[in-house]
């Protein structure tokens, strides 16, 4: 019989983190963070990382165990949280997968295969070095020439999986494109409940505005500003994250504050759109549209439990 799963998602400013600590305490789950920057220490303001004490004694996963200067990806992700769903099973719980990077997740629900290509760490610095030198757009322009649909599936500035399309062409004379579609038409084997949360988008990208706004409120610039100074850089993974270089063109002169904050605004609300277009092209997921629930996490929650009833008696 298959382990149940259960996954919590959907676009950023949502409110995720609140109500999969509500769904933990209800059903004795433990969180799996899928979120590409909580992972990293020293990075709270600008990750909106969940705090100890909206935590509320729930154990979370796969948050505060890396060094910025670290690189973390997908397949990393993977075995990370398939090492953390082991261990909350064996004390009896149930995992909760909760994040917002769509890629993360569906490679840890339907159990995607990624050693058909190994990392080129000669090939990677190389096209990391043409990428600080020529720019994201020409990068972008290399993976167009050899897999134009992936191209058009993954943002020109996101230059880390540019990079890795690229390799894993020139490494396997495959498009990751193809690969990746064949790996999606995989069946989870988990007894999988896929949740997406989702709200009103006039709604969402107000909420989006008063977190960035919270976050400057908070100490986002001096953040990035203590990260510099433990030899952070633009090129590093943990830099490439919403709000991180913004701040980061800011402190190095190359735009205003103001400028700056407009601009992450503008972003976040393009990455949220990105994240729902990702969403609805995924299979197995059941939709809990705030407005449906009268906007009440209540009755969202209350909900989840009809439909997962039976998973933890």
């Known amino acids: 019989m298959a382990q149940p799963l259960i996954i919590l998602t959907g676009p950023t400013a949502v409110g995720k983190t609140g109500l999969s600590i509500d769904l933990a305490e209800a059903v004795g789950g433990e969180i799996i963070s899928a979120d590409s920057m909580q992972v990293y220490r020293h990075m709270d303001i600008g990750s909106a990382k969940v705090t100890e004490r909206e935590m509320r004694g729930i154990p979370h996963h796969l948050i505060d165990v890396l060094e910025p200067t670290e690189e973390f990806h997908v397949a990393l992700f993977q075995k990370m949280a398939k090492e953390a769903m082991k261990g909350i099973r064996s004390r009896g719980h149930i ?22 290509s190994d990392t080129d760490e000669a090939l990677r610095r190389e096209l990391e070095q043409t990428a600080r030198e020529k720019g994201p757009d020409y990068v972008h322009q290399m993976l167009k020439e050899v897999d134009p649909e992936a191209a058009a599936q993954i943002h020109a500035h996101n230059t880390k999986r540019v990079i890795r399309a690229i390799e894993f062409y020139r490494q396997t004379k495959t498009r990751i494109s193809e690969h990746n579609e064949r790996e999606r038409r995989r069946q989870s084997p988990y007894d999988l409940f896929y949740y997406v ?10 909420r989006i505005e008063q977190r960035v706004d919270e976050m400057i409120e908070q100490g986002l610039v001096e953040e990035v500003r203590r990260l510099m100074a433990m030899g952070c850089v633009r090129h590093m993974a943990s830099m490439q994250g919403l709000g991180y270089k913004e701040i980061l063109d800011y402190l190095e002169g190359r735009c205003s504050l103001e400028e700056a904050v407009r601009i992450i605004k503008r972003d976040t609300r393009h990455f949220a759109k990105r994240q729902l277009t990702w969403f609805r092209r995924e299979r197995d997921v059941r939709w809990l549209n705030l407005p449906d629930f009268h906007n009440d996490r209540t009755e969202v929650l209350n909900h989840i439990l009809q439909e997962i009833s039976g998973l933890w008696n």
């Not at 949360?197 to 107000?206: G, I, K, P, S, V």
């Open 197 to 206: 949360l989702n709200t009103d988008r006039a709604l969402l990208y107000e």
């Open 95 to 116: 995992p909760i997968v909760a994040g917002g990077t769509g890629f993360y997740i569906q490679a840890l629900a339907y159990d995607i295969d990624f050693t058909e």
